[in-house]
């Protein structure tokens, strides 16, 4: 029994290892660049996201009229958007799942200042692994991905991370 314990903990110390080995070395440099993508926004006109690249940043916000946090976010992202116009970060809100008809209705009672992609399929959510909603994700004028996560950083943050590359 001794002997069996002693082989466990020996195990356990080269597995905590190997995976404190592996983080430090794994994918903390890796660059990750944002996938292209084409959407109709609702007035039935197609953005396309390499329309910005070498251009300017994007920050894309994936949301659905159903998530109370998403709603939120649009009053908070529609009271900083000049400020993002003015900082050279274009939004793109993206709905995921929904009708057009559905978002429409949804825009009718709730004013959105930027534009808003319709992602019915859920295609594009699928291409950027999104789990939940709100997503957000900062794209860089050269396509890397800067940030990523379910909540909208300062804009002081956006601002340093947008500059810093």
């Not at 894309?60 to 970060?89: G, H, M, S, V």
């Not at 057009?100 to 699928?126: G, N, Q």
């Not at 939940?132 to 300062?154: A, M, Q």
């Amino acid at each position: 029994m001794r002997g069996l314990k002693t082989r466990l903990k020996v195990v356990f110390i080269l597995v905590v290892l190997s995976l404190t080995f592996y983080s430090d070395f794994s994918f903390s440099g890796t660059v990750q660049f944002a996938t292209d993508f084409s959407l109709h926004d609702t007035e039935d006109n197609l953005i396309r996201l390499n329309s910005y690249k070498n251009k300017q940043a994007v920050l894309l916000f994936f949301w659905t009229t159903w998530c109370p946090y998403c709603r939120a976010q649009i009053e908070t992202l529609n009271a900083q958007y000049a400020e993002l116009i003015k900082d050279d970060i274009v939004l793109l809100g993206i709905n995921v799942g929904e009708s057009i008809y559905k978002v429409k209705r949804f825009l009718r009672d709730h004013s959105v200042l930027y534009p808003v992609l319709l992602d019915e399929d859920t295609y594009v959510a699928y291409l950027y692994g999104i789990i939940g909603v709100p997503t957000y994700i900062l794209i860089d004028k050269n396509g890397r991905i800067l940030f990523r996560d379910n909540y909208l950083p300062e804009l002081e943050e956006l601002r340093n991370l947008n500059l810093s590359n």
